[in-house]
């Protein structure tokens, strides 16, 4: 079945460095993939997508692309703030959302 | 962009006795809204699929007879927790599907529940 491998956390950066966060799947077909956000004690939100191979989604200073020939869609930052401090979750969907296991971002000034 | 909320966010009950949390989305019509759990700093867990006019899809290992799933109208599902146990104990959070949007799917804000 569909699966998602994100990079183990926590992640602990200082801040203003640069951000990446691994995330591969695994899809039957060609899924549309997304970077979920959650904050301390909050729901998720919607951080970024992208629907088609190549497509870079972006959002408050994130971008991830899709790439199905190496079947990633890895996070990225240019340079973090403390504000940045939530889980990451990035899934796929093409029935329904699968989730990766989250990881922790920790941004310290 | 899309809302989605739930209510409570916040609910404590006694063991034994039902809670119902409810999921609406707020500006679009959702055919498809869909249930999670989540354990403390651990991953979100799909329970089950809630469709418009139809039974819902529960995923294996849950307990449809416990976990109680009502998709009455194309705004509104709800989420009965019968019988609960302080196992039950949960962050539950609920999404709704936007098809005017890609399909992109919108999450509510989550409700606590503890069970006592």
């Known amino acids: 079945g569909d699966s998602v491998t994100q990079m183990e956390g926590p992640v602990t950066l200082s801040e203003e460095a640069f951000l990446t966060i691994n995330c591969t799947y695994t899809?039957?077909?060609?899924?549309?993939l997304f970077w979920y956000v959650q904050y301390p004690g909050e729901g998720l939100q919607l951080l970024l997508k992208?629907?088609?191979?190549?497509d870079k989604g972006s959002n408050k200073g994130f971008e991830a692309t899709y790439r199905k020939e190496t079947t990633s869609f890895h996070l990225e930052k240019g340079s973090v703030q403390v504000s940045d401090s939530a889980v990451y979750f990035c899934?796929?969907?093409?029935?329904?959302?699968?989730f990766g296991a989250g990881t922790i971002l920790r941004v310290k000034s | 962009g899309a809302v989605v909320s739930q209510h409570p966010s916040w609910v404590i009950c006694k063991s034994g006795t039902s809670v119902k949390i409810e999921c609406r989305s707020l500006?679009?019509?959702?055919?498809?809204m869909f249930w999670y759990r989540q354990f403390p700093k651990q991953s979100l867990m799909l329970m089950a699929t809630?469709?418009?006019?139809?039974?819902?899809?529960?995923e294996q290992g849950v307990e449809k007879d416990k976990f109680l799933i009502n998709h009455a109208s194309l705004t509104l599902s709800t989420l009965t927790v019968t019988s609960a146990h302080p196992e039950d104990s949960s962050f539950y959070i609920c999404?709704?599907?936007?098809?005017?949007?890609?399909?992109?799917?919108?999450f509510g804000e989550g409700s606590w529940l503890t069970v006592v």
């Open positions: 999404s709704a599907r936007k098809q005017s949007s890609g399909n992109t799917i919108y």
């Open positions: 899809a039957t077909g060609y899924p549309s």
């Open positions: 992208a629907t088609k191979a190549d």
């Open positions: 899934a796929l969907s093409e029935d329904k959302l699968v």
């Open positions: 500006d679009f019509q959702a055919t498809t």
């Open positions: 809630s469709n418009e006019g139809s039974k819902a899809t529960y």
